[in-house]
Nanobody, 127 residues
Framework: QVQLVESGGGLVQAGGSLRLSCATSGRTFSNYAMGWFRQAPGKEREFVAAIRWSGGNTYYADSVKGRFTISRDNAKNTVYLQMNSLKPEDTAVYYC????????????????????WGQGTQVTVSS
């Protein structure tokens, strides 16, 4: 059915950049918000960024503002996360997420607003 597949993770030096991709299939999410979350070892999953269907509204966790940029290409059914100025504390498994309904405005950061999740891609930032 619906599938979300993340890619682009890897090992990078602090201060470097990575671009994550989330390819979706099984349905069209062009009219829905999409999100990125991450989970570090031994910690809970946390919100990273979200984007509305139009691409004109984006939301970021305070910890990544100014460094990460979320974008989407609806024609390719793909969502991206450009990560710049990476820090060791950014090390985590990064997941993309999609809803099964329109996400209420102001609640884009909530995990329970999303239904479909990818398997994650590992991002490791070394010192």
């Amino acid at each position: 059915q619906v599938q979300l597949v993340e890619s682009g993770g890897g090992l990078v030096q602090a201060g470097g950049s990575l671009r994550l991709s989330c390819a979706t299939s099984g349905r069209t999410f062009s009219n829905y918000a999409m999100g990125w979350f991450r989970q570090a070892p031994g910690k809970e999953r946390e919100f990273v960024a979200a984007i509305r269907w139009s691409g004109g509204n984006t939301y970021y966790a305070d910890s990544v503002k100014g460094r990460f940029t979320i974008s989407r290409d609806n024609a390719k059914n793909t969502v991206y996360l450009q990560m710049n100025s990476l820090k060791p504390e950014d090390t985590a498994v990064y997941y993309c997420a999609a809803p099964d309904r329109h996400i209420r405005y102001g609640l884009e950061y909530r995990e329970d607003e999303y239904h479909y999740w990818g398997q994650g891609t590992q991002v490791t930032v070394s010192s």
